[in-house]
């Protein structure tokens, strides 16, 4: 069974950092994109960034909202993907969800598994 | 950005109804359109893939289809579990962008 787990939020000021961990099992972590998905309260949901798997580079993507601040990365040993959070806004505030990615070509990805979320709140 | 535009924002419905859910890009992207639905307080979960797919232990009372800039979702014969926002989301090219949710609520 495919399992993902976001640990790592919580409180934390403005201009402050955060790191967010995925932790994974049940699935060929290499073989996978990884990505960040939050979402403000109250509000829709929003792609942060990915990573690509190992095999295409492991290089990344990122929103304009985040890009230059936030920084994803990825350790195959451990099969944890980690979402850097840096310079962090109040607008950042939200549940931050770890998603796999199934990419079966290069337009058709989708975010088939994804963990419970972590809350982090810039105050 | 592609934008994407989920109507209703919101509907009422009865157990056993067919209801539909449009989205619309604002430019064409082939069939690289999923569907998720979220109940409260839990992650979304994967229902819809490249526009009709439907994913694995999904029932198959949900259903997509459209190509280009017009897709929508039904469910034939609405279940309790089924009360939820539903959200739409694009593949076809960074950054991947959603629409803003569909709650569907009991009648």
């Known amino acids: 069974e495919v399992q993902l787990g976001e640990s790592g939020g919580g409180l934390v000021q403005p201009g402050r950092s955060l790191r967010l961990s995925c932790t994974t099992s049940?699935?060929?972590?290499?073989?996978?994109?990884m990505s960040w998905v939050r979402q403000i309260p109250g509000k829709g949901l929003e792609w942060v960034g990915f990573i690509r798997n190992k095999d295409d580079g492991a290089t990344t993507e990122y929103a304009a909202s985040v890009r230059g601040r936030f920084i994803i990365s990825r350790d195959e040993s451990k099969r944890i993907a980690y979402l850097q959070m840096n310079s962090l806004r109040i607008e950042d505030t939200g549940v931050y969800y770890c998603?796999?990615?199934?990419?079966?070509?290069?337009?058709?990805?989708?975010?088939?598994?994804w963990g419970q979320g972590t809350p982090v709140t810039v105050s | 950005d592609i934008q994407l535009t989920q109507f209703p924002s919101s509907l009422s419905a009865f157990v056993g109804d067919r209801v539909t859910i449009t989205c619309r890009a604002s430019?064409?992207?082939?069939?690289?359109l999923n569907w998720y639905q979220q109940k409260p307080g839990m992650a979304p979960r994967l229902l819809i893939y490249?526009?009709?797919s439907l994913h694995s232990g999904v029932p198959s009372r949900f259903s997509g289809s459209g190509s280009g800039t017009d897709f929508t979702l039904t469910i034939s014969g609405l279940q309790p579990e089924d009360f939820a926002i539903f959200y739409c989301?694009?593949?076809?090219?960074?950054?991947?962008?959603f629409g803003q949710g569909t709650k569907v609520e009991i009648k």
């Open positions: 998603t796999r990615i199934f990419a079966h070509t290069a337009m058709d990805n989708r975010f088939d598994s």
């Open positions: 430019q064409n992207i082939g069939t690289s």
């Open positions: 049940g699935f060929t972590f290499a073989d996978h994109a």
């Open positions: 989301q694009q593949s076809y090219t960074t950054p991947w962008t």
């Open positions: 490249a526009a009709s």
